[in-house]
T-cell receptor, first 111, second 114 residues
Framework: SQQGEEDPQALSIQEGENATMNCSYK?????LQWYRQNSGRGLVHLIL?????REKHSGRLRVTLDTSKKSSSLLITASRAADTASYFC???????????FGKGTHLIIQP | EPEVTQTPSHQVTQMGQEVILRCVPI?????FYWYRQILGQKVEFLVS????????KSEIFDDQFSVERPDGSNFTLKIRSTKLEDSAMYFC????????????FGNGTRLTVT
């Protein structure tokens, strides 16, 4: 499988519910980043978590990192219709791949 | 808040033609990148640029591609002889400290090769 692979691929929830997305990766990392992409737009950085951090918060976002399991999760609490977007985790895999993005989780918030 | 700007937003070109995609990174950033996203697929790394030279490039970034920072503000991606499979969204990004810091992306140029 690929570095920075998100699951689920798609998630549909009701407004107000919490949304959790997961990311798994293969190689050691210095940091892991989460981005959001609205349809047809550029990626927007959400949170960067370093390898020596276990949890980080930003507003309604909470990111965890488990380096022993090579996994991260993004939790969006009290979801809103405006949170509808694709969410990507990104890591540096090594070699000449730069910051590598997964295929993303497409989140749909139903009003 | 400063942002990365890309022009044009849409570019249609014929196969075999040269195209230049333009980007103005955030002014105090030192690292610049190009990514592309074929419709419905992953965002793929093309190239990173620092201190007026390429620091990393992917297998996608072959001899048909080149980047340049012609002045203190612009960062360009040139595709020398476009192919149908070059049709994609091309995103420029910049960051203050390489991949250890967040990347700031522009809204992209949609390139259609006919």
């Amino acid at each position: 499988s690929q570095q920075g692979e998100e699951d689920p691929q798609a998630l549909s929830i009701q407004e107000g519910e919490n949304a959790t997305m997961n990311c798994s990766y293969k190689t050691s990392i210095n940091n892991l980043q989460w981005y959001r992409q609205n349809s047809g737009r550029g990626l927007v950085h959400l949170i960067l978590i370093r390898s020596n951090e276990r949890e980080k918060h930003s507003g309604r976002l909470r990111v965890t990192l488990d380096t022993s399991k090579k996994s991260s999760s993004l939790l969006i609490t009290a979801s809103r219709a405006a949170d509808t977007a694709s969410y990507f985790c990104a890591t540096i895999r090594g070699g000449a791949d730069g910051l590598t993005f997964g295929k993303g989780t497409h989140l749909i918030i139903q009003p | 808040e400063p942002e990365v700007t890309q022009t044009p937003s849409h570019q249609v070109t014929q196969m075999g033609q040269e195209v230049i995609l333009r980007c103005v990174p955030i002014s105090n950033h030192l690292y610049f990148y190009w990514y592309r996203q074929i419709l419905g697929q992953k965002v793929e790394f093309l190239v990173s640029f620092y201190n007026n030279e390429i620091s990393e490039k992917s297998e996608i970034f072959d001899d048909q591609f080149s980047v340049e920072r012609p002045d203190g503000s612009n960062f360009t991606l040139k595709i020398r002889s476009t192919k149908l499979e070059d049709s994609a969204m091309y995103f420029c990004a910049s960051s203050p400290q390489g991949f250890s810091s967040p990347l700031h992306f522009g809204n992209g140029t949609r390139l259609t090769v006919t």
